[in-house]
C-alpha cells in the first residue's frame, strides 16, 4: 500500500466524498474555487509571485508568436491566448470560457503533433507553458510538477535537489502537460517504465454539466473516489477530461517522506554509443536484416525483469537521400557486465550484414550528428540525457512542417513488412534527408504492469514506430503527405493500412496522433481510431468522460467521446 503521511488517506476521502453531492458541491456556478481539504492540498509548497495571467489578442505584437504549433502547419486565430503561470489562475479562465460558451484549447509544451491546440475552432487557447514549477508536496507526499514545465528542466530539478528522476522523453522541450497524460516514455522506459507508472496524483479543472468548475485531486489510491480520473490520466491523452494544472509523482512501494526516496534514481553514468551504416553500401536483403535485427532482439528481450532492461536502443531509418541508416544506444553502466552487455548487442545489430557500421555523421530526425560517440563513451547521466534531448536544430526551425505515424510491434516483421519499409525509403521521386522511421524500444518495465492497470494498453509491445516526415516548403505539402501515407499504409496492407492489435502489431501511440486514423479512406480496417489508441480501454476512459466532462466542454478531433445514451 502507498505511504502517506499521518491524515492524508482521511482528507482525501473528505475531498472526493465532497463530489458525490452533485455539481453545487465542486464549485461554484459560473466560478471556480476548490475548498477545504483540497485547497489544502493546492496549496503546497509556494512558488515565486505570479505574474499572470496574461491575456494577448491580436492587437499585441506577441499574438503571432503564441498562436502557432512547433508544426507549421497548425496555426490558428483565436480571440485570445490567455498566458498563466500559477496553477490557481487556470479555473477562472475554464469558468469564463465554460459561461461564454468559448471553445478552449490547452497548451503546455507546444509539440502536440497535430491540430487538436492550433484548429480552426479554437477561440480561446490556455497556455500553460510559463506554469513550471517543481517541488516537493507534503501533503501528498509526492514531488509536485506544474503542467507546463519541460522536461529537461524537470530533470535537472529532479536530479540536481533530490537526486531522482521520472522516466519521461528525449526532447527536451516537451511540455509535461500532454507527454504524461499520452502515457510518455523515454530512454528509461526499459528500466523504469513509463512515466504514468510513477504517477501518484493528478489535479484537474473539470467542467460539470451546468457550467460548474472545480478543481479536482484524484490518486491511484484504492479507496479514492475519484481514482477513475486518475487512472484516465495514465496514458488516456491530453484535452478530454478537463485542464491538468499538476502532476504528483511518487513511484509504487516508496515509502518515507523524504522526496530523495519517492522515485527512481537513473544511472549515475552510462555508456553512450553512436554508429551508422551507409546507404550506399547496404543491399535490400542486408536492410531487411538490420531492421529484423532490431526487432528479433526487443522480442528476445521483452521480459520485466531481463537483465538488459538498462539497455535502451533506437533504430532511425532514414530515406536514401539521408546517407545513412542510425543507431543511438544508452546502458546504465552500473549494470551487470554493462560494456559486455553493449558489445552483444551492436554484434546481433551487424549479424549477417556485410558493411562494417560506422560514425553517425548525419542528423537525422531528432537526432544530431554524433561523430564523436563511434566508440562508446561513459558520461554522467545528466550530460548524457542533456546532449540527447538537445542536439536537434529542427526543433527551432519556425518554417517545420510535419506529418507523423505510429505502430507498436509485438513481434518480428514479417518480410513484406520490411520489405515495404526498404521500397519506399529507397524512392527515387523523392530527395529529403529528413524523413525519418525510427524503431524505438519498449519491453523491459513496461511489460510488467498489465493492459488495464493504466489507461495506455500497449504492456505487450516489444518496440514502437515513429514515421516522421518533415519539410519546410507549404507546396510541398501534398508530395510528402503522400509518401506518408503510401509508405505506412503499404506496411500495414494486410490489416487495412493500419497497425491493428494482433500477434505482430498492437495498434497507435495517442502521443503520436493522427488524424487519418479517423478517415475511412486511410484506415481501411474497419478498427476505430479509438481502439487503435486504446484497445479493451476505450469504454472506461467514455465512463469517466461522461462522469468529469458530461458536456463534452474539453474536445477536439480525436478527443474521448461521450458514451452513446
Request: hydrophobic fraction near 40%.
Amino acid at each position: 500500500m502507498d505511504q502517506n503521511p499521518p491524515g492524508i488517506r482521511r482528507r482525501l476521502l473528505l475531498a472526493s466524498a465532497a463530489g458525490a453531492g452533485g455539481a453545487a458541491a465542486l464549485g461554484l456556478h459560473g466560478t471556480a474555487r476548490a475548498a477545504g481539504p483540497e485547497a489544502e492540498a493546492l496549496a503546497g509548497t509556494a512558488a515565486a509571485s505570479p505574474a499572470g495571467p496574461v491575456v494577448v489578442t491580436p492587437a499585441n505584437q506577441q499574438y503571432p508568436d503564441l498562436v502557432r504549433a512547433l508544426n507549421a502547419r497548425y496555426v490558428a486565430k483565436p480571440e485570445s491566448v490567455r498566458v498563466v503561470d500559477a496553477p490557481d489562475q487556470v479555473a477562472p479562465i475554464v469558468a469564463e470560457a465554460a459561461r461564454a460558451g468559448k471553445r478552449l484549447t490547452i497548451r503546455s509544451g507546444g509539440h502536440c503533433l497535430e491540430d487538436f491546440v492550433y484548429s480552426p475552432q479554437t477561440q480561446l487557447v490556455l497556455d500553460l507553458s510559463k506554469m513550471n514549477g517543481v517541488y516537493y508536496n507534503s501533503r501528498l507526499n509526492a514531488v509536485a510538477v506544474e503542467a507546463g514545465a519541460r522536461l529537461l528542466d524537470v530533470y535537472e530539478k529532479l536530479y540536481a535537489t533530490w537526486g531522482v528522476t521520472i522516466p519521461g522523453g528525449i526532447c527536451y522541450s516537451v511540455g509535461i502537460g500532454g507527454h504524461v497524460s499520452g502515457g510518455g516514455w523515454g530512454m528509461l522506459v526499459r528500466r523504469d517504465g513509463l512515466v504514468v507508472d510513477h504517477l501518484y496524483a493528478v489535479e484537474v479543472v473539470i467542467v460539470a454539466a451546468d457550467g460548474t468548475v472545480a478543481t479536482v485531486i484524484a490518486t491511484r489510491e484504492a479507496d479514492d473516489p475519484h481514482r477513475e480520473l486518475w487512472w484516465a490520466h495514465t496514458g488516456g491523452g491530453g484535452g478530454n477530461f478537463g485542464v491538468v494544472t499538476r502532476y504528483y509523482f511518487r513511484s509504487p512501494g516508496a515509502s518515507g517522506t523524504d522526496p530523495r526516496n519517492l522515485l527512481p534514481k537513473p544511472p549515475g553514468e552510462v555508456l553512450f554509443s553512436a554508429v551508422s551504416w551507409s546507404w550506399s553500401d547496404l543491399t535490400k536483403e542486408e536492410f531487411v536484416r538490420l531492421v529484423r535485427n532490431y526487432a528479433s532482439w526487443h522480442v528476445a528481450n521483452i521480459g520485466a525483469d531481463s537483465p538488459t532492461r538498462f539497455l535502451t536502443s533506437f533504430l532511425l531509418l532514414n530515406h536514401r537521400s539521408n546517407g545513412q541508416i542510425g543507431m543511438v544506444t544508452q546502458v546504465d553502466a552500473a549494470a551487470p557486465d554493462a560494456r559486455g552487455m553493449l558489445d552483444a548487442y551492436l554484434a546481433h545489430m551487424s549479424g549477417g550484414i556485410g558493411t562494417e557500421p560506422g560514425a553517425l555523421t548525419e542528423q537525422m530526425g531528432d537526432m544530431g550528428a554524433m561523430p564523436q560517440f563511434a566508440a562508446p563513451r561513459r558520461l554522467p547521466w545528466l550530460q548524457a540525457t542533456r546532449f540527447a534531448g538537445t542536439t536537434n536544430p529542427l526543433l527551432n526551425d519556425p518554417t517545420l512542417r510535419a506529418e507523423y505515424k505510429s505502430a507498436y510491434m509485438r513481434a518480428d516483421f514479417p518480410p513484406r513488412q520490411a520489405e515495404a519499409l526498404y521500397k519506399h525509403l529507397t524512392r527515387t521521386d523523392i530527395d529529403n534527408p529528413k524523413i525519418n522511421i525510427q524503431l524505438t524500444p519498449y519491453g523491459g518495465r513496461t511489460h510488467k504492469v498489465r493492459e488495464t492497470d493504466t489507461a495506455l494498453p500497449h504492456r505487450g509491445a516489444a518496440f514502437k514506430m515513429l514515421w516522421s516526415v518533415l519539410w519546410n516548403e507549404p507546396a510541398e505539402d501534398a508530395k510528402y503527405l503522400a509518401w506518408t501515407r503510401e509508405s505506412y499504409e503499404e506496411t500495414y496492407a494486410d490489416t487495412g493500412g493500419v497497425p491493428v492489435p494482433n500477434a505482430v502489431t498492437d495498434g497507435c501511440y495517442i502521443n503520436y496522433p493522427d488524424a487519418d486514423l479517423g478517415d475511412p479512406l486511410r484506415n481501411r480496417s474497419g478498427v476505430s481510431w479509438a481502439t487503435l489508441y486504446y484497445k479493451g480501454n476505450y469504454r472506461r476512459l467514455q465512463q469517466v468522460k461522461a462522469k468529469y466532462d458530461p458536456g463534452n466542454f474539453f474536445r477536439h478531433r480525436q478527443s474521448v467521446e461521450l458514451p452513446a445514451p
